[in-house]
């Protein structure tokens, strides 16, 4: 059967494609006043953005279209936990909207690059500015997080702006403050002093009203954060994550301990281009990974195992149309991800008030953020990429989503 044949076979045997045992996995391995005077009557001066090509390797600047754009850099020092007395420099992006108001209440919404990228490369490759242009249509308040070192395109780019910054989210396989010198940060008290700094800008944020959004590493940060410090949280997305457990599972040098609720949401394919293949590389199938992983966080936030909806998202977009491959360019991970689909399942509210809900992208996809640009063929056939889901902007999926939940 050919690949863009697929998605229609499905929408017309969706209960019977689904209906497979899920294998048991025995290892778990892997108006008023605006709100741009009240930020300059209560926080520190914006940093000035250089000319690109004239990076000093100062943090606190980046390029100008980003300055332009009305997105604001900011930074703080973290504790280097391998060198008591030390500390390292954490940035982020902040942008707020124009239009708020300084007497009312506003949510928060802080998205998590993935591995090896900075909050600027995820902005342009990622999510353009349609985060931005969301938070002025929904009214929140966003911030772009930033990794810490390593990141290879960072160090494959030096001095260029547009890569410097890159870093990587310690989730759960790495404990803070031991072994290599880039394990020397806490990522969950980053998102904490992130959520903190905002809220001492006099910046007017709804504490009920918290969200993370995480693409791949981000994916697996987002689901730490869901551990660690769901007293903070309203909800999370997880988008193309890197496997992981709930708290109420002891998982690496994260600690069991009693899984609090919020709300969640996964947007991943069985089938990612990139993840698939890394976890083949060391004997797993993902797609059994992401079924457990989705299991665990739905038993640990009561989420009954009924599905409440299942419904298939519109076919709108055929990925990598018109790709032939040849001798040259010839790709399996392109060629998998044609014309992919989605399916989503809604589930009823859990005994712990918290929401939970999937989307499945059927039956492979590209490593990336699914929106509705389409992935150039000489992007996708490089290798592990292939094509991105163009059905859906997951930033507007997720919001549409999680805006419901309230801490």
Same mark, same amino acid.
Request: aromatic share 8%.
């Given at each position: 059967m050919k690949l863009p044949n697929l998605c229609n076979v499905l929408h017309e045997n969706v209960f019977t494609f689904f209906q497979i045992e899920i294998k048991t996995l025995l290892c778990k391995i892997i108006n008023g006043i605006g709100i741009s005077l009240l930020t300059v009557a209560c926080a520190h001066a914006e940093p000035r953005a250089t000319e690109v090509g004239n990076y000093d390797g100062d943090p606190t600047r980046t390029w100008d279209g980003v300055a332009q754009a009305g997105v604001q850099v900011r930074t703080f020092p973290q504790s280097d936990l391998l060198n008591p007395g030390e500390t390292v420099l954490r940035r982020y992006l902040q942008y707020v909207p124009k239009n708020l108001h300084r007497h009312k209440k506003y949510p928060l &919404? %802080?998205?998590l690059p993935g591995a090896s $990228?900075? #909050?600027e490369v995820s902005r342009e490759w990622d999510w353009g500015d349609r985060a931005e242009r969301l938070a002025d249509k929904e009214n929140f308040l966003l911030v772009y997080a930033n990794g810490h070192a390593p990141s290879d395109l960072t160090d494959a780019n030096p001095g260029d702006p547009f890569f410097a910054n890159g870093g990587y989210w310690r989730g759960c396989f790495e404990k803070p403050g031991t072994g290599p010198e880039f394990f020397s940060v806490d990522d969950v008290d980053y998102l904490r002093t992130v959520i903190r700094k905002v809220q001492q800008e006099c910046l007017p944020v709804d504490k009920k009203r918290i969200y993370l959004m995480g693409m791949s590493n981000g994916g697996e940060m987002v689901q730490r954060a869901a551990r660690e410090m769901p007293d903070l949280l309203a909800g999370v997305g #997880? &988008?193309?994550? &890197?496997?992981s457990l709930p708290a109420n599972v002891e998982w690496f040098n994260c600690g069991q301990r009693l899984q609090g609720p919020l709300d969640m949401m996964f947007i991943y394919s069985p089938g *990612?281009? $990139? $993840? *698939?293949? %890394?976890? #083949? *590389? &060391?004997?797993l199938n993902y797609a059994d990974l992401m079924q457990d992983s989705l299991t665990a966080w739905r038993e640990a936030l009561k989420i009954p195992a009924r599905r409440e909806k299942i419904s298939f998202l519109p076919n709108r977009h055929f990925e990598g149309k018109g790709y032939c491959p040849t001798e040259s360019d010839s790709a399996p991970w392109a060629q998998a991800s044609v014309n992919s689909c989605i399916i989503r399942y809604d589930y009823p509210r859990g005994a712990s008030g918290a929401r939970f809900a999937v989307l499945e992208i059927i039956s492979a996809a590209g490593h990336a953020w699914p929106n509705r640009a389409p992935t150039p063929v000489e992007v996708a056939v490089q290798p592990y990429n292939g094509f991105r889901n163009q059905d859906i902007d997951a930033e507007k999926v997720l919001w549409e989503f999680l805006k419901k939940g309230r801490k």
């Open positions: &919404v %802080i998205m $990228l900075s #909050a #997880a &988008v193309m994550p &890197v496997y *990612d281009t $990139l $993840l *698939d293949r %890394i976890f #083949a *590389d &060391v004997g």
